[in-house]
């Protein structure tokens, strides 16, 4: 980290070459299908065909050091104009205009559209992304990447939503399929239990009632997962310490 910022290092590179550009596809590929299948998520992507996986793949690549081929595509990638509720925008060339045409997708509903991403939202998408990385074999064959992403994962998912960060680790842990069936409050939890309910998690959106609060989301973390300071921290936590 540098002011804030994270910087590419010979050692973020060889974590990035372990894996390899096509094996990140492979991984992204993951998680855009279950993005697609998954109803909060879906809502935030307008287009199926876009080359999600590709672009997610380069960006993991090139932020690690692994070279410049999210920006070589960025610069090429054609753009065009969409509708949405009766406003005009046109299609993403870049991360924060991507993630500004996901908030104003015409798949959201009115209330919702233009909403930026929540801590729900959030959470939902770290737990199929580490899914789709667990999928893929990389938890077990790449462990020391795998540490080093959901750190990564952890720094960036700031931007979109401050109190994020903290439950990365938990977004980890309920990838797991060893993982147990019960989460707060007693509701379904885990891989198995989102796939037998058919794509829900009861913990997060509860069949009956409001969602949980922020603090009783923070309290269903472990006590030492529950701080957490920014990259510019004194002293700097997890994720930029061990």
Known sequence: MSGGVHIASAATRELVLGVGLARLEAFTGRFYAKAFADARLD??????????ASRFAGWIFEKLGGG???SEERRARATCPFNAHGHEFTTPHDRSSAHYAAWHSPKRSPSDWGNHFNLVDCRT???????AMREEGLLDELPAFCDYYVRLIGHFVSVY?????PF???SLRWSDPAAGVSGG?????????YVASGGAMADLDPPEGPP?????QKASLP??????TGSKGVPRLWPYAL
């Open 223 to 228: 006590d030492h997962e529950r701080a957490y």
């Open 125 to 131: 998408w770290m737990r199929l992304h580490f899914w």
């Open 212 to 216: 949980p609060t922020l603090a009783q």
């Open 161 to 165: 939503e401050r109190e994020a960060p």
């Open 168 to 170: 990365a680790r938990e």
């Open 185 to 193: 409050g007693g509701a379904a939890y885990g891989v198995a239990a």
């Open 43 to 52: 809502l935030f992507i307008r287009e199926h065909n876009d080359p999600h």
């Open 68 to 70: 410049d081929v999210w």
